[in-house]
């Protein structure tokens, strides 16, 4: 086996996480600034902090990578312009790592040098899509956590000479696809895909059987590769492991850089392998699994009965005869570790730090904090701790840090250059969306999602009247069974395809005379994304239905490519590759806010739904006046289970999406 190396890419939510990972002996650190970071909740850091670390990283041999990762936007483009001018000048990062596609056109614009890493959010899930991602200028995928080995070695193998892979080998999962999310802005208004992510995912449902104690039936349990990870030291594409966890303190961060350093360097040492191991269960995070990383012997990385916070379980509080509650801790602790009483939707969750050393079985007092109470029996864990080997390392490196100087942290006056706005078709159109072709007469705005069973329905004369819209996500093994379904398209002179990535291009031969469309799930929401489509060959564009009403209406100003909206319909709130085995799929799902959601399956993914559908109607001329040409409804059968919907959603319309 020609083994390679791939660095490891470690998280920094803040300067004590960075020093951590340096001291580690991490190859790259990945840390988000204050805006524009899919982490939005970390510390973040400010961008002459930031340079500061970078220069120390540099002298360690330490590259530096940027998130700048959330969806853009019509606002957002001239402040990340001058955000990415500066920090080309100060911090000087070796990468910057983008959702919008917005960005690669942003960073040409500034002038920024380094590499441009799609993230995962960006959904490029598929090997055929590599090309694609390629042609736009970008050096490095980052491949979806829902990937099993062959599948990565099938993206290995498709990879263009000129890119690379990143892969996620340990911290947490989500239950939805990455950059398929809306369910914290459906239900809340805080976009996943904008860093405010609530984790709506993490809390208890209950089934149609209200009796049934509610579980956390979408919570996952953490990644962890650990010894898997030696496969892939034989697939060099893959150049980087990718360690989750920017929210996480440095105890983590040095620890888990630590074993998969170990892992890496010593991949047939039996002994080293176990030391690793032993110091990832040292990590402080979630319970672990594999999830499907294994084909021959995929996990369903979910434990509903079971809670699935962070942290390693110190304690079960009691409480004193007058009310106030403590714990007996299990194990010592020491000054400046961080406990977590409790989960953060039960009452009086809160975080503590411990400040003086306190041996086990020692009696630790909680502080009630407001009215809440806090129940006897509530879990107490520790999820950060400064040991004083971590803390003398973390003090060395930061008192070479205080001796760096960094350049000013000049200004910029940026602004970037938008398309030319497009004449506006004379007529507006309506169009449905449906899974099977409607009965009769094909007209024009009949939309139908791709599959072998609506193409069995479909009259070959219609094939060319109707929109085909490609599914959201494409899996590796998908890929042909898509491939042949284009195909068939084509052959009976299908000419309007509505692609829900920008990387599904790559089905269709580069001569086809065919019309892109960008459907509503490429999250199109600013005018240089248009633009960049518009060069893909892309005809129109369904904007994201999350935006709120001043980024809807200011869109069709500066679009160089006729706008579409999804004015009614279902639209998910997630998609996933994986479901509970406790989910009933088509039956009710109740949150303990009593909201509905149900899931059903298409193909390999599950799409869960809300109870109630999405409805601009009341906008649409608004909508029509500002400038949108095509308006879709997306209909989906409704489940007999499910009670009828009793309200509808404008979704962020009424909000400002933070």
């Given at each position: 086996?020609?083994?390679?190396?791939?660095?490891?890419?470690?998280?920094?939510?803040?300067?004590?996480?960075?020093?951590?990972?340096?001291?580690?002996?991490?190859?790259?650190?990945?840390?988000?600034?204050?805006?524009?970071?899919?982490?939005?909740?970390?510390?973040?850091?400010?961008?002459?902090?930031?340079?500061?670390?970078?220069?120390?990283?540099?002298?360690?041999?330490?590259?530096?990578?940027?998130?700048?990762?959330?969806?853009?936007?019509?606002?957002?483009?001239?402040?990340a312009a001058r955000l990415v001018e500066r920090i080309?000048?100060?911090?000087?990062?070796?990468?910057?790592?983008?959702?919008?596609?917005?960005?690669?056109?942003?960073?040409?614009?500034?002038?920024?040098?380094?590499?441009?890493?799609?993230?995962?959010?960006?959904?490029?899930?598929?090997?055929?899509?590599?090309?694609?991602?390629?042609?736009?200028?970008?050096?490095?995928?980052?491949?979806?956590?829902?990937?099993?080995?062959?599948?990565?070695?099938?993206?290995?193998?498709?990879?263009?000479?000129?890119?690379?892979?990143?892969?996620?080998?340990?911290?947490?999962?989500?239950?939805?696809?990455?950059?398929?999310?809306?369910?914290?802005?459906?239900?809340?208004?805080?976009?996943?895909?904008?860093?405010?992510?609530?984790?709506?995912?993490?809390?208890?449902?209950?089934?149609?059987?209200?009796?049934?104690?509610?579980?956390?039936?979408?919570?996952?349990?953490?990644?962890?590769?650990?010894?898997?990870?030696?496969?892939?030291?034989?697939?060099?594409?893959?150049?980087?492991?990718?360690?989750?966890?920017?929210?996480?303190?440095?105890?983590?961060?040095?620890?888990?850089?630590?074993?998969?350093?170990?892992?890496?360097?010593?991949?047939?040492?039996?002994?080293?392998?176990?030391?690793?191991?032993?110091?990832?269960?040292?990590?402080?995070?979630?319970?672990?699994?594999?999830?499907?990383?294994?084909?021959?012997?995929?996990?369903?990385?979910?434990?509903?009965?079971?809670?699935?916070?962070?942290?390693?379980?110190?304690?079960?509080?009691?409480?004193?005869?007058?009310?106030?509650?403590?714990?007996?801790?299990?194990?010592?602790?020491?000054?400046?570790?961080?406990?977590?009483?409790?989960?953060?939707?039960?009452?009086?969750?809160?975080?503590?730090?411990?400040?003086?050393?306190?041996?086990?079985?020692g009696k630790i007092s909680i502080p009630v904090k407001?009215?809440?109470?806090?129940?006897?029996?509530?879990?107490?864990?520790?999820?950060?701790?400064?040991?004083?080997?971590?803390?003398?390392?973390?003090?060395?490196?930061?008192?070479?840090?205080?001796?760096?100087?960094?350049?000013?942290?000049?200004?910029?006056?940026?602004?970037?250059?938008?398309?030319?706005?497009?004449?506006?078709?004379?007529?507006?159109?309506?169009?449905?969306?449906?899974?099977?072709?409607?009965?009769?007469?094909?007209?024009?705005?009949?939309?139908?999602?791709?599959?072998?069973?609506?193409?069995?329905?479909?009259?070959?004369?219609?094939?060319?009247?109707?929109?085909?819209?490609?599914?959201?996500?494409?899996?590796?093994?998908?890929?042909?069974?898509?491939?042949?379904?284009?195909?068939?398209?084509?052959?009976?002179?299908?000419?309007?395809?509505?692609?829900?990535?920008?990387?599904?291009?790559?089905?269709?031969?580069?001569?086809?005379?065919?019309?892109?469309?960008?459907?509503?799930?490429?999250?199109?929401?600013?005018?240089?994304?248009?633009?960049?489509?518009?060069?893909?060959?892309?005809?129109?564009?369904?904007?994201?239905?999350?935006?709120?009403?001043?980024?809807?209406?200011?869109?069709?100003?500066?679009?160089?490519?006729?706008?579409?909206?999804?004015?009614?319909?279902?639209?998910?709130?997630?998609?996933?590759?994986?479901?509970?085995?406790?989910?009933?799929?088509?039956?009710?799902?109740?949150?303990?806010?009593?909201?509905?959601?149900?899931?059903?399956?298409?193909?390999?993914?599950?799409?869960?739904?809300?109870?109630?559908?999405?409805?601009?109607?009341?906008?649409?001329?608004?909508?029509?006046?500002?400038?949108?040409?095509?308006?879709?409804?997306?209909?989906?059968?409704?489940?007999?289970?499910?009670?009828?919907?009793?309200?509808?959603?404008?979704?962020?319309?009424?909000?400002?999406?933070?």
């Amino acid at each position: 086996m020609n083994e390679h190396k791939p660095e490891i890419l470690a998280p920094a939510g803040d300067k004590s996480s960075f020093l951590a990972a340096i001291a580690a002996g991490a190859d790259a650190v990945y840390a988000g600034l204050k805006h524009f970071s899919a982490r939005m909740e970390a510390y973040n850091f400010a961008t002459s902090e930031l340079a500061a670390l970078a220069e120390l990283g540099r002298e360690n041999g330490v590259r530096t990578h940027i998130p700048m990762n959330t969806l853009m936007k019509p606002d957002d483009l001239n402040s990340a312009a001058r955000l990415v001018e500066r920090i080309s000048r100060t911090v000087k990062p070796d990468a910057l790592i983008i959702q919008d596609i917005a960005m690669v056109d942003i960073a040409r614009q500034a002038g920024f040098e380094g590499e441009l890493h799609l993230s995962t959010l960006a959904n490029v899930s598929h090997p055929a899509a590599l090309k694609t991602a390629e042609e736009l200028g970008v050096d490095r995928v980052v491949v979806p956590r829902e990937l099993n080995l062959d599948e990565i070695r099938m993206m290995a193998e498709a990879c263009p000479d000129s890119m690379t892979l990143e892969m996620f080998v340990h911290g947490a999962l989500c239950y939805s696809v990455s950059g398929r999310c809306y369910w914290s802005s459906y239900f809340g208004g805080k976009s996943s895909l904008r860093g405010r992510c609530v984790q709506p995912c993490r809390r208890l449902y209950g089934g149609a059987k209200r009796k049934d104690a509610p579980k956390r039936l979408f919570s996952c349990l953490d990644l962890s590769l650990d010894v898997l990870t030696k496969p892939t030291l034989a697939i060099p594409k893959v150049s980087s492991w990718k360690i989750e966890g920017r929210k996480k303190g440095p105890h983590y961060v040095y620890y888990t850089v630590a074993a998969y350093k170990m892992l890496r360097d010593n991949p047939n040492d039996a002994k080293a392998k176990k030391n690793a191991v032993e110091l990832l269960e040292l990590a402080l995070g979630r319970p672990t699994s594999h999830s499907v990383f294994l084909p021959q012997r995929p996990y369903t990385p979910l434990d509903p009965s079971n809670e699935t916070g962070s942290g390693f379980l110190i304690g079960i509080t009691k409480q004193e005869k007058n009310g106030k509650p403590y714990f007996n801790c299990r194990q010592e602790l020491l000054a400046g570790d961080f406990l977590r009483i409790g989960y953060q939707d039960q009452p009086g969750h809160q975080t503590m730090k411990i400040r003086k050393f306190i041996p086990k079985r020692g009696k630790i007092s909680i502080p009630v904090k407001g009215r809440t109470r806090l129940k006897s029996g509530t879990r107490v864990f520790l999820i950060d701790r400064r040991e004083e080997g971590l803390v003398k390392a973390i003090k060395k490196l930061d008192s070479r840090l205080s001796k760096i100087k960094v350049a000013d942290n000049v200004g910029s006056n940026m602004i970037v250059e938008l398309p030319q706005p497009c004449p506006l078709p004379e007529r507006t159109a309506r169009h449905t969306l449906q899974r099977n072709p409607p009965k009769g007469k094909t007209k024009f705005g009949t939309d139908v999602w791709l599959s072998m069973n609506a193409l069995k329905r479909t009259p070959r004369p219609a094939v060319s009247k109707i929109f085909w819209h490609l599914p959201p996500v494409v899996w590796p093994d998908e890929e042909k069974e898509v491939q042949k379904l284009v195909d068939i398209c084509l052959s009976g002179d299908g000419r309007d395809f509505v692609l829900n990535a920008p990387w599904q291009k790559a089905f269709f031969p580069k001569n086809a005379k065919v019309r892109f469309h960008a459907g509503p799930f490429c999250n199109v929401s600013n005018p240089l994304t248009i633009e960049l489509l518009a060069d893909m060959g892309f005809s129109s564009a369904y904007v994201s239905p999350e935006l709120a009403r001043d980024d809807f209406l200011s869109l069709p100003q500066s679009s160089p490519l006729p706008l579409g909206v999804v004015l009614t319909g279902m639209w998910p709130l997630a998609l996933s590759r994986i479901i509970a085995d406790e989910t009933e799929l088509m039956s009710p799902i109740y949150s303990q806010k009593k909201e509905i959601c149900w899931a059903r399956k298409y193909g390999q993914t599950y799409w869960i739904y809300p109870g109630w559908p999405l409805d601009f109607g009341a906008e649409r001329k608004v909508l029509e006046n500002s400038g949108y040409t095509m308006f879709l409804d997306i209909q989906e059968p409704w489940p007999r289970a499910v009670p009828e919907p009793q309200r509808t959603s404008n979704f962020n319309w009424d909000l400002t999406l933070l």
